[in-house]
């Protein structure tokens, strides 16, 4: 221990003004593996990795927004987890050109958390951000379930898919069934392609789609194919985490 900061303490330690300081502690125990315990009559000093985090309700201050880098073994694991808990989605992992798989979530209390996994100690030569060309024919990855696939593509940071789905799939039985979920807790952003498809929202609101369609459909729904022909379409908000067990 020194005599002028706690023994285990760095230099500088972020503090978190939130509105419900209870609820935030609970999100970064789950998800962020915060360690430590909460203190209504003071800061409560979580410890998240080798680092420490100060959280604190509002009462004479106002509550205000951090932005915050984390840094964890698996992004993608942690991501996840944190929109299954509530966090909202700013931008889905993907490969940074200085060496991190980086995404971004946004906490109950309205603090931005970049987390990241360090997966090169050395960027990638100037070459490899050249003009790049892809087609979903050879996707970097395909998900298959019964009646459709989900072919996705990594591309400029994004990551980008395309759903095919035969006449007669549903999402709760032929995607939601096989990861456990009743429903679809993805946020998407898209357009359609071909073919035609509703979404019911867990709130009751139900929507079709129709080719030449761009849609945004929040978490919390089920879709289903309508007719007798198969549905297309493209998303570019979502791929990174549909049709994956939380």
Known sequence: MTD??????????????????????DFLRSAFGATGDFHSERPSELRIGDSIVMVSGAAAR????????????????????ALR?????IEEPFATPYGDRRGMVEDPGGNV???????????????????????????DETRVFTKGRFEV??????TIGR?????????????????????????HVGMVVSGRATAAMRGGEVIEMSAGQIFYVPPGHDSWVVGDEPYVSLH???????????
């Open 4 to 25: 002028w900061k706690p023994e285990g303490w760095h230099s500088v330690t972020p503090r978190l003004v939130a509105q419900d300081e209870s609820k935030l502690v």
């Open 62 to 81: 106002e509550a205000r927004r951090a932005f915050l880098y984390l840094y964890v073994p698996d992004v993608d694991a942690v991501y996840a987890e």
């Open 85 to 89: 808990l509530g966090a909202r989605s």
């Open 113 to 139: 958390w970049q987390i990241a996994t360090r997966r090169s100690a050395t960027p990638a030569p100037a070459l490899a951000y050249g003009v790049i060309l892809k087609r979903f024919e050879t996707p």
């Open 153 to 158: 593509v990594n591309l400029g940071g994004m």
């Open 163 to 187: 759903a095919t789905y035969e006449p007669g799939w549903r999402w709760s039985e032929h995607v939601g069934r096989a990861i456990g979920q009743a429903w679809c807790e993805v946020e």
């Open 236 to 246: 570019f908000l979502g791929a990174g985490a549909y049709a994956r067990a939380k």
